[in-house]
């Protein structure tokens, strides 16, 4: 099975005919989009031969889609705007959770990095609960930079720190 993530900044729109091809030239069964900029109203744009469209349904616009394979039997498990400013997509697929993730870069509507982070962490253990076989698929844009795991002055950090600790104990 091939599973692929793309970030495909500034929207879906002008770039439909480039995925197509990407998902027909190499066999993708499944591709998580993110920043897609999809206005739900208008899904049916989206949609690509032999492949099912996942779409949020966050407004004013989703900004992360799936694009599944038609051979593959899923089922869609969640789909959660956080806040306005992160959204996940959840399927569920042979014994597998998949988490199309998408945070913006800049937290614009959230009084704090501590609230808006600590909401997401809190979504993600309730996705990791629904798995009972703890073989989980975590893909998308989380706009946090690793390599400042340790630097204590990174805003982001929190974040990092706590989703790091959710992972390792599912373990």
Known sequence: MKISTWNCCLGLTYKKDIISDFLTNHSIDILCIQECEIDPGNASFYSIKGYTT??????????TCIYISNKIQYERV???QID??????CIKFCNFLLTNYYRTFKICHTKSHLTHFQRAVEIFNELFQLNQNKQIILLG??????NKFNDNFYT????????????????
């Open 54 to 63: 996942e779409i949020s349904n966050c407004l004013p616009k989703a900004r």
């Open 78 to 80: 969640k789909n959660v």
């Open 84 to 89: 306005i400013d992160q959204e996940i997509i």
């Open 141 to 146: 844009d989380f706009n946090i930079d690793y």
């Open 156 to 171: 982001k950090n929190y974040f990092l720190k706590h989703l790091t600790r959710s992972l390792l104990n599912l373990t």
